[in-house]
């Protein structure tokens, strides 16, 4: 299979819909298109034809373009990441898999514009975020939840804000960052790296101020990012965690039982932010970006070190903490729920407290149903929408624009 061939797939499938995010290439399958979060058949001039295992055979060994690296680790794991570009049109993230002995292959659309705090829309503590000086700042989701897109706004942020050296370790480059104020050198796992502990040790010695890891996965990586953070480095990294208290406890996962408590009093003095990302339908198609920020204070690190009770959890300390522009998920979805963006299933699916959530509805509902019936009674608050910020994402979960509703 020819580069001809393949970008001309490629580009019949991205330009099949305005809302395409993925292309997916599995044997027994059409070409799938993923659009707003949905799969769709490519018809190309051939309807209702499938993939044979040797055409996406072909196209992975396209795709690895003769990459020994990328052999080896396809060989050992099963799997690889790369990236591939079509000229003036876009860039992928892809990665290659086996799936029941057979290859697979999934290309994530790049976006070509750096974001930037202002353009996505995020709350103004971000702009607090970046003026950190030293420890870890995470961002955590799941995957195609907007992680590295979040972050990069961050960076643009610091870039043009501070006069200092950043390094990114990436897997793989998806912005290409100019220099503005800072300098930054952006390296690529397999290019410039063999792996991310060994990347960011190097780091430590290129005289950075702010250290982007793409992803924490491994305890090595881990240490050495704490390590970075208690010598004087800010670091910015993700986890696939979905908040704040699994993320806490994936950290301490990595670790054997009796390192516990040395880790918790190290994690506790280096872990400044924790922003937690989900995409939620909304009532009019498409999808919401919903956030969940906990940052550092002293019942922060006391919960870290001694672990969550029944009377202190990272959830309530988070919500007693909205003065400091902290937010649960459940405090997200009930503002946007107030708002008319999304409805009151989706509100109930995605919510951390369902108990809780269902009673902070309903008193909506009955404030709602005495305001349009009757005036209120005496005594009865009732809950109406003040403006909210809320945060619009792409057909590929990217936040893209802020309103107010």
Known sequence: MDRATVDALLTGMLQSNEGVSDLLFLAGKPPLVEIHGRLRDFQNNSPGSVLTPLQIEELAAHIMNGSERLKMEFAATGSCDCSYAIENLARFRVNIFKQNGRHAVVMRKLQSEIPTLKKLGLPPIFREIVKEK???????????????????????????????????????????HPHAKAAISQRELGKDFPNFADGLRAALRQAPKAILVGEIRDRETLEIAMT??????IVFSTLHTINAGQTINRILGMF????????????????????????????????LLVTEIMGSSLRTRETIVYGESENKSFHEIIEAGSTLGWHSFDQSLVEVYKAGVVSEETAMLSCTNKGKMRRDLDLILRGRGVASAQAAPSGLKLNIPEPIRIIEVDEAGVPIAMSKR
């Open 256 to 287: 054997a039982r009796e390192e516990e408590h040395q880790l918790r009093q190290r994690l506790s003095e280096t872990l400044r932010y924790v922003i937690s990302q989900r995409l939620v339908n909304k009532i009019d198609g498409g999808r």
């Open 134 to 176: 030293n420890g870890i700042i995470l961002v955590t989701g799941g995957t195609c939840t907007g992680k590295t897109t979040t972050l990069s706004a961050m960076l643009c942020e610091l870039s043009h804000s501070q006069e200092i050296h950043i390094v990114t370790l990436e897997d793989p480059i998806e912005f290409f």
């Open 228 to 233: 970075a953070s208690e010598t004087g480095h």
